[in-house]
């Protein structure tokens, strides 16, 4: 698995979407305060973790006794910039294609 | 009173792996004809040794639109080159930023593995939050450029391409 299927297959769970959309709204929290929003057991929020960890999606940094996750944006941009605009420049180049044979055509 | 939730809240941590030496990424960062290659695209002046001075320049697009010629100031606080080095930072290009103060800056490089160096950025923006925004990437619509995931994303194109992903004059500085 590459980076970019690592972070589409965090995406792809829902409590996973949620654990983001919480981080995003308040970042660096603990496990026991993002359990607390989920009706699930400590060690499946973990597990959870774990993997948008492995995805990069999110950070950990000790502080104190206190490890800390923070919503890393990074590889979501990496995405949006190396391939989802790839596929928007070649629509646009396609779209001067279309307009120089047009042109072409009509000459 | 400011709790530790406060201080929390306000800091941002990015990470990105780079296929590159952790020599290659600090003098991406930290030397002038690097840092005018990706991001906002100004050259940087740092005086790499505590209590050295820091200076982001504006990049030539940005002063073509009225910009001041520092864009960002700071002092320098701890330096391992090329692991660690941390700073103090300031916008000083946006009246409201400059007012908010200085903010502190980490850079960590890990050691190479695979290949690959880890690359985190924590920005302690306590007290900023009209900084913090921009560093988010909330004000991009505003033409003001994506933020430290922006920047990040055009470092890891930039050193292991060998090119920027955004044209220098593609960032519309209002």
């Known amino acids: 698995m590459n980076d970019d299927d690592r972070v589409f297959k965090a995406l792809s769970d829902p409590t996973r979407r949620f654990l983001l959309d919480r981080l995003f ?9 993002l359990e607390s929003e989920l009706e699930m057991t400590r060690f499946g929020v973990m597990k959870h973790l774990r993997i948008l960890e492995q995805a990069g999606l999110v950070v950990t940094r000790r502080q104190g006794r206190e490890k800390l996750h923070f919503l890393n944006p990074v590889p979501i941009r990496l995405i949006h910039d190396r391939w989802i605009d790839k596929y928007r420049e070649r629509r646009v180049s396609a779209l001067a294609e279309l307009k120089h044979e047009l042109e072409e055509g009509s000459a | ?4 939730a406060d201080t929390l809240v306000s800091t941002q941590v990015y990470r990105v792996y780079i296929k590159a030496t952790p020599q290659a990424i600090w003098d991406a960062i930290t030397k002038p004809e690097w840092t005018e290659r990706y991001g906002y695209g100004g050259r940087a002046e740092l005086d790499p040794r505590p209590g050295g001075t820091y200076r982001g320049l504006t990049s030539e697009a940005m002063r073509a ?3 001041p010629d520092v864009a960002v100031d700071g002092e320098v606080i701890e330096v391992d080159p090329p ?3 941390v700073m103090t930072w300031r916008m000083v290009m946006d009246e409201e930023m400059a007012a908010e103060g200085f903010t502190r800056l980490t850079y960590e490089i890990g050691e190479i593995e695979g290949g690959v160096t880890k690359l985190t950025v924590i920005h302690d923006l306590e007290g900023a939050p009209k900084l913090a ?12 450029g994506g933020g430290w995931s922006w920047v990040l994303s055009d470092l890891k194109t930039l050193l292991e391409t060998g090119a920027a992903l955004v044209p220098q ?6």
Do not use: K, Y
């Open chain 1, 25 to 33: 709204e308040r970042d660096g929290r603990t496990l026991t305060e």
């Open chain 2, 1 to 4: 009173m400011t709790t530790e």
């Open chain 2, 65 to 67: 639109v009225g910009s």
């Open chain 2, 83 to 85: 692991h660690r080095l």
């Open chain 2, 133 to 144: 925004l921009l560093l988010s990437g909330g004000m991009e619509d505003l033409g003001a």
């Open chain 2, 169 to 174: 004059d593609g960032l519309n500085q209002g």
